[in-house]
């Protein structure tokens, strides 16, 4: 994760913010005195609000794209058909979007931070087949059983699914920061196969695909709020943002500094396994989100948790949401989900980062 | 550059006489040919019933076919594969090379639409299908090795991602098609070893017989190639020809398995390295022959397991991918550890 911070800014097409620090911040210096933290606290503020209210654009936006048309001011009247169209569909959908799209970003960025690998995350460790494999038992145990069991079920799988992994990968030394990925993958293609085995015996089949490809198709009012739990999470995580930081420098180095070891890794790792495993339950995986969004992030914030938590959060968000409006813009009338056009998104940027990542491993 | 260590035999050839060796190896050949006759032969005759049986013997005589092309297909493909990409956790499966297959499918049907597809005959179609996806695939492939040859890791995640990039690529262009066109797409992609069709059955076995055909004189020069692209290179072998030809056999014999009996992951990888653990030496012409053996077996013995034994309480393809999954992490653990 050491490589965000001098590196030359990519698809910066917010502000330009580094590329003004790296010219000399000519108009900041007289208050700043020349303190180069303050600057950058600056920056990094004003980089999160630009993020917002891009983010909160979008958002609007989104509102009024769908079959039924809406306008504005048909939030007047409580009897159309475009008000109705908003309130049971529109807005949850978009509420839903921002958290799934930000938990999984947030959940990414923890693990890679606490994990030291910039390659972890829900998709690439097991978590999100997991869940997937929690939901599927739940159903068989309990028949069509309510939510709050099948989340009590995917988040105790993701967690221990996640668990095994982290352990797994602590006890073997890897000389290779790639086989991190690699393992995951696999680790869940494993899991995966016992999923599918247990669902070809039980008639289950169908149902993976719900959870396996995520789409906000089915979110609606007094269907999604569940995940508001993700929040949660989120709060935790910002509280304890700089003893995450501390413990990406390593386990020698966050002792000398007070900080247990354990038990904050074991707590980063924990919330990032339940709210993807929330997420899974109520709207399905979407692939690759909690890797490719942390990663661009840091390409241009740097890797300081505090400051890039809620710019990844951000990211997340609008990447879901601009992955969900193509799905349903691209085939009008009809809608893609958006796991599969998140899932062809993030092979692209995967595959990019992988081969960047091999390029520049001497710096 | 001296042969990696993942490319050393767990018995050491270099350690054992050269007469005894020859000697090992052409019995377990012969062992494992005797096993694949005799699951053929079980999987023919075994539990017939009192159901009508020429209707069964004419069912499961094309069932084998094709378990018999695909195992020896991927068996044969696998091995050169590997050592074209110098590692034995490559496959073409685990490159994402079916997924890739997938995808050709789905833009032919997206690309001319359904009415076009039906009226062409099953095997025009499947030629087609065989030359973009060769092409494709070749040009694919072998620009991901120029990339990062040197790069296993690189190289095996790149391959994992494109070929989940695809399966996204087909779903998402499945879903842009009328209903028609799917129906179209689905019939041409569902295939199983219950269901095959009998003229496709002998066009893909007539091509798997002339790839394998057209692989065997390249064998002698890829004993040569598994030294490293460095030393075959000095040692007067055209590598880079050599490579693109492979490639070129590799991705018609995983098409012609692929468009068979959908795709199947961890098939070749694991009788690949049955084969190299079973067989102590470097010889492809041995080495592809038991692969394809070990294919056969493992291909027949695993559906008269799960059709006869397990009842279809479940498919060769989950349970192929449990047993491939759990060994495909133990192979990287011990890889990334040594």
Redesign the interface.
Known sequence: MSVGGGRQPIADRVVDPIGARSRGPATDRDDDRCDPEAARRRTARRRLVVAAVVLAVGSFLSLFVGVISVAPWSILDQDSDAYRALVISRIPRLLALLLAGSSLAVAGVIMQQVMRNRFVSPSTAGTTESAVLGIVLATLWFGGSSLTVRMLFAIATALVGTFVFVHLLRR?????I??V???G???G??I???T??IA??YDLLQLIEIWT?GSFSRVLQGRYEPLYLVLLGAVVAYVFADRFTVVGMGERFATNLGVNHARILNLGIGIAAVNTAIVVVVVGAV?FLGLIVPNVVALWAGDNLRRTLPITALAGAAFVLACDVVGRV??HP?E?PVG??A??IG??V??VL??RA?TDRIG | MTAPSIMAAPVSPAEAPAEPRRQTVRRRLALLALAAVVLVLAYQFAFVGDADAGYVMGLRLRQLGALVVVGAATGFATVLFQTIANSRILTPGVMGFDALFVFVQTIFVAVFGSAIVVDVDVRTRFLIDLVVMSAFGTVLFRWIFR??SR?L??L???G???G??F???S??SS??LSPDDFLTLQDLTFASFNTVDRHLLVLTAVITVAAISAGIPLLRRLDVVALGRDSAVTLGVDYHRVVTATLLVVTVLVAVSTALVGPLTFVGLIVANLARRVLPTYRHSVLVTGAALWGIAFTVGGQFLVARVLDF???LT??V??VG??Y??WL??RE??S
């Open positions: 073997v030394r890897l000389a290779d790639i086989v990925p690699l393992l993958l696999m680790f293609a494993v995966t196969a016992v599918v085995f070809y015996r490809t692939p691209i085939r009809y893609i599969t056009v899932g062809v092979g692209v995967f595959i992988i081969l091999r | 990339r990062s790069d890791f690189v095996v995640l790149i994992i991602v494109l989940s990039l399966t996204s690529l779903l998402l879903r842009l309480s479940t498919t989950v349970c991918n449990l999954g759990v495909y992490v990287l653990l990334a550890t």
